[in-house]
Antibody, heavy 117, light 113 residues
């Protein structure tokens, strides 16, 4: 059974940093791209970033480019999202997703990130 | 960026009725080299994470009931629920995976009378 478990969220002040983690199990992590998708409170879904199966390629939405870094540790089957210079508009539930040809075929439960002073 | 327009924003139906919702993209999602449309549909029930329903415009993901059907090509796509069940109460989103940045529609909220 595929499982994706996010951690690392919480309350953070504007301008500060936070790192999210996603522990994956139930599939061969090193064979698949992974992604982060977020959802602001009462809003729709928004793709954030994608990383290829081996970490050699990464893609970001413009609003997080230069501030967020997606990375992975295939030995630990773990995905990360380093978020710097956080803004109030980054407040959202962040979902870790398994990438299936850019479709997201499995999702974690999500972790809430609140950016507020 | 490819823009996705979903409609209607919401709809209310009775159990057993047929439902259709639309997704229109600002440019074609058909990749000519493999004749595949890069469009997916997701279902998000209240308080839950989203789940993949349909990929490649018309392929059901594992375990998705056959009352859910995706159709369309190019720029116009439809999700049909042949006979709505109470458990289908949810928000439905389409997503284009043709090019980065990946983009979602704003969603259709399905309510059951």
């Amino acid at each position: 059974e595929v499982q994706l478990v996010e951690s690392g969220g919480g309350l953070v002040q504007p301008g500060r940093s936070m790192k999210l983690s996603c522990a994956a199990s139930g599939f061969t992590f090193s064979n698949y791209g992974m992604a982060w998708v977020r959802q602001a409170p009462t809003k729709g879904l928004e793709w954030v970033a994608t990383i290829s199966y081996d970490g050699s390629s990464t893609y970001y939405r413009d609003s997080v480019k230069g501030r967020f870094t997606i990375s992975r540790d295939n030995a630990k089957s773990t995905l990360y999202l380093q978020m710097n210079s956080l803004r109030s508009e980054d407040t959202a539930t962040y979902y870790c997703t398994k990438d299936y040809g850019s479709y997201f075929d499995y999702w974690g439960q999500g972790v809430m990130v609140t950016v507020s002073s | 960026d490819i823009l996705i327009n979903q409609s209607p924003a919401s709809l209310t139906v009775s159990a057993g009725e047929k439902v259709t919702m639309s997704c229109k993209s600002s440019q074609s999602l058909l990749y000519s080299e493999n004749n595949q449309d890069y469009l997916a549909w997701y279902q998000q029930k209240p308080g839950q994470f989203p789940k993949l329903l349909i990929y490649g415009a018309s392929n059901r993901h594992t375990g998705v009931p056959d009352r859910f059907t995706g159709s369309g090509s190019g720029t116009d796509f439809t999700l049909t629920i042949s006979s709505v069940q109470a458990e289908d109460l949810a928000d439905y989103y389409c997503e284009q995976t043709y090019s980065y940045p990946l983009t979602f529609g704003s969603g259709t909220k399905l309510e059951i009378k």
